[in-house]
Structures are given as structure tokens and as C-alpha cells.
């Protein structure tokens, strides 16, 4: 009895590596979340930066000669390029949040295999009450044979009867003992 106990405790603790399986897929999930918003913040500024300075070196060059105004189209070419950068941030965001999604789903799977776990810990623990009964009954019948056998024969009876209630006893014994590899 004291063996099958221990298995719905051991479910339990496979719940509770399961919630913990859990937490890292929250925490990669937040941090996709604020890469994300990191993508989201840096790249229109960048890009509004970067428009901003190409803008006045157009300026520039158009006040100038045709020699300025050649490296105004590199400025605001280098201007539209780097907007990518965000958006590579953004795009990295993304696939941070994806291996979040992952994560928290493969612990979700942990956890569900933690409740199955318990779940056999269950029946198997019901399996072993079952099994205790069905010794209390076992004995029970050793004790309404006894006195039936005493009455009808000499020590030879009682001494029959002293073995099948000392059979009910061990079959109640294997019952509570070898309950966990039934």
C-alpha cells in the first residue's frame, strides 16, 4: 500500500515539471514580444532619421553644383537602405516570438503529459484499493471457514484452518506489497 501512494505524488511532481517546462515558453514569448516592439520602434525613426538627413543634403547639393547632388542620391540611397535594418529586427522579433509559441507549446504538451502521469496515478492507486479488498475478503473467508473446520475434525482441521487464514494473511501481504507491479 505505502508503494502505490507514491505514484499520484509522482504525477504531481510531473505536473509540476510540466508548469515549469511552461515558464521558459512565457519567457521567450515576452522577450519576442519586446524585440517586436523594439523592431516596431527603431525602424520608422531610423527611417524617418535617415529621410530627414538625406532630405537636407538634397538640399544642399541642389543649392551646389551637379557633383553634391550625386552624393545627395547616395545619402538618400543609404537613407532607404537602412530602414532595413528595423525591419530586420523586426523580422528577428518575429521569429523570437515563433520559438516563444514553440516552447510554450512543448510545454503544454509537458503539462498534459503530467496530468496523464497523474491520471495513472490515479488507477493504479483505485487498482491497489481494489486489491486491498479483495485481500479484506480473502481473509474474511479464511475466518467463516475456520470454525466450520474446528467443529467437524480434530487438530488436523484447526491446523488446516491456522493455514489458510496464515494464506489469507499473505495474500493480503502480497496484495499491499507486489500492488505496484500488478
Not at 545627395?72 to 516563444?100: C, M, Q, S, V
Not at 474474511?140 to 475456520?146: C, E, I, Q, S
Amino acid at each position: 500500500m505505502p508503494f502505490v501512494c507514491f505514484t499520484p505524488l509522482r504525477g504531481y511532481f510531473t505536473l509540476l515539471r510540466g508548469y515549469f517546462a511552461l515558464l521558459p515558453g512565457y519567457f521567450a514569448l515576452l522577450r519576442g514580444y519586446f524585440a517586436l516592439l523594439r523592431g516596431y520602434h527603431s525602424a520608422p525613426r531610423v527611417s524617418l532619421c535617415f529621410a530627414d538627413i538625406s532630405l537636407r543634403f538634397a538640399g544642399i547639393s541642389l543649392c551646389s553644383a551637379g557633383i553634391p547632388l550625386r552624393f545627395a542620391g547616395i545619402t538618400l540611397l543609404r537613407g532607404y537602405f537602412t530602414p532595413f535594418r528595423g525591419y530586420f529586427t523586426l523580422l528577428r522579433g518575429y521569429f523570437a516570438l515563433l520559438r516563444g509559441y514553440f516552447t510554450l507549446l512543448r510545454g503544454y504538451f509537458a503539462l498534459l503529459r503530467g496530468y496523464f502521469a497523474l491520471l495513472r496515478g490515479y488507477f493504479t492507486l483505485l487498482r491497489g484499493y481494489f486489491a486491498l479488498l479483495r485481500g479484506y475478503f480473502t481473509l474474511l473467508r479464511g475466518y467463516h471457514f475456520a470454525p466450520r473446520i474446528f467443529h467437524s475434525a480434530t487438530r488436523v482441521s484447526l491446523c488446516s484452518a491456522g493455514i489458510s487464514l496464515c494464506s489469507a494473511g499473505i495474500s493480503l501481504h502480497s496484495a499491499q506489497v507486489f500492488l505496484p507491479w500488478r
